[in-house]
Antibody, heavy 119, light 112 residues
Framework: QVHLHQWGAGLLKPSETLSLTCDVYGGSASGDYWIWIRQSPGKGLEWIGEINHSGGTYYNPSLKSRATISIDGSERQLSLRLKSVTAADTAVYYC?????????????WGQGTLVTVSS | QSVLTQPPSVSGAPGQRVTIPCTGS?????????VHWYQQFPGTAPKLLIYDNDHRPSGVPDRFSASKSGTSASLAITGLQAEDEADYFC????????????FGTGTKVTVL
């Protein structure tokens, strides 16, 4: 069973870059599919982007190309970078394993990281 | 932002049956895409509860069931227990939304 542990900075100023890492245990980051999702009181659950085993990425167009998801060389970590953050990016961010379906479904999830954007 | 509509809350006494509707449209549930359900306790991450409309992952009690019809889906909890008090979200896919994956607005289940 895959287990995910997330970490990264939780307090950012407007215009800075959000950077989160998700450690993958019990599986290979490069051998599977992954997704980043965020949750906020105002917007609910929102898909950020996903990465497949071939390194192909797909992003929510509403983020206007600010997001980048990657898998690092150790194959044990995936990362999320979101540039030029604003207060609207304040949310709890989750990484999750993605299972291909129609549509895809998500689980297990990381424990979540609260990211607050404030000047 | 949420495309799938759920009631904010439902409640029931222990042992009762509660249902949570998830209302979509012809561009998501009605287009034939499956519905998945997640359970979330306060301060924790969502957990997959039901996938592909009516399938339970290993370890999910059989008192949880779900169905889909037309442009809607429904999650049922039969024999409600105190430990079922949580938020529940539906999820599907939408052909007209830029975000593709769409989630429900979420329903808080309260055990009286």
């Amino acid at each position: 069973q895959v287990h995910l542990h997330q970490w990264g900075a939780g307090l950012l100023k407007p215009s800075e870059t959000l950077s989160l890492t998700c450690d993958v245990y019990g599986g290979s980051a490069s051998g599977d599919y992954w997704i980043w999702i965020r949750q906020s009181p105002g917007k609910g659950l929102e898909w950020i982007g996903e990465i497949n085993h071939s390194g192909g990425t797909y992003y929510n167009p509403s983020l206007k190309s600010r997001a980048t998801i990657s898998i690092d060389g150790s194959e044990r970590q995936l990362s999320l970078r979101l540039k030029s953050v604003t207060a609207a990016d304040t949310a709890v961010y989750y990484c999750a394993n993605l299972t291909v379906g129609s549509p895809n479904w998500f689980g297990p999830w990381g424990q979540g990281t609260l990211v607050t954007v404030s000047s | 932002q949420s495309v799938l509509t759920q009631p904010p809350s439902v409640s029931g006494a222990p042992g009762q049956r509660v249902t949570i509707p998830c209302t979509g449209s012809s561009s998501n549930i009605g287009a034939g895409y499956a519905v998945h359900w997640y359970q979330q306790f306060p301060g924790t991450a969502p957990k997959l509860l039901i996938y592909d409309n009516d399938h339970r992952p290993s370890g999910v009690p059989d008192r949880f069931s779900a169905s889909k019809s037309g442009t809607s889906a429904s999650l049922a909890i039969t024999g409600l227990q105190a430990e079922d008090e949580a938020d529940y979200f539906c999820q599907s896919y939408d052909t007209r939304r830029s975000g593709y994956y769409v989630f429900g607005t979420g329903t808080k289940v309260t055990v009286l």
